[in-house]
């Protein structure tokens, strides 16, 4: 049986509810509602009483990061150009360390402790994925952003750029 929820979130008097938190039953909005491990409504301060992991309330996201950074390289903006070039060499050597990591460390502690072949053999064919994979697309950000046409035009672009007028 479920009810209908009042108009107001109980925490957030400017906000419409979307449901009833399933332990308490007290009406909560979108930004409250944390789902538990069966997908039901459960307010914040349930979530912390009952330990349950809370997913991330706004702020930046890397999705948020994301956007920001595309919507600097298509403004062809230098700063974005220079991020972008960080995280492509980041992105390689964090993918080379874990590689690492997978191959000294994980598959040697995985043989010793007795893993069936069929997991080492897994884990040798996701070694191997990411090995092929993962270095794809920093490889192809760092070549493009490197081109000197490309470095050019990030340039021209910086170059053209006045401050807005006051009016």
Not at 36 to 52: F, I, S, T
Not at 86 to 91: D, F, K, T
Not at 109 to 136: D, K, L, Q
Request: with cysteine; hydrophobic share 45%.
């Amino acid at each position: 049986m479920y009810s209908v929820p009042p108009a107001k979130c109980g925490y957030h008097a400017s906000r419409p509810a979307v449901a009833h938190c399933t332990i308490c039953g007290r009406a909560v909005c979108h930004s409250c509602a944390q789902p538990d491990n069966l997908n039901r409504p459960v307010c914040r301060p349930c979530c912390l009483y009952h330990g349950m992991k809370q997913r991330p309330s706004g702020g930046v996201t890397a999705l948020g990061v994301i956007n920001i950074v595309w919507g600097g390289l298509l403004k062809l903006r230098e700063w974005a150009r220079e991020l972008s070039l960080v995280y492509g060499v980041a992105r390689l050597v964090t993918v080379t360390i874990s590689l690492l990591v997978d191959a000294f460390w994980l598959l040697p502690a995985m043989r010793a402790a007795g893993a069936s072949e069929y997991m080492v053999s897994s884990m040798i064919f996701g070694m191997v994925v990411v090995i092929i994979s993962a270095p794809i697309y920093p490889i192809v950000l760092l070549a493009f952003l490197t081109r000197p046409m490309v470095k050019v035009q990030f340039g021209r672009q910086l170059k053209n750029w006045a401050p807005p007028s006051a009016a």
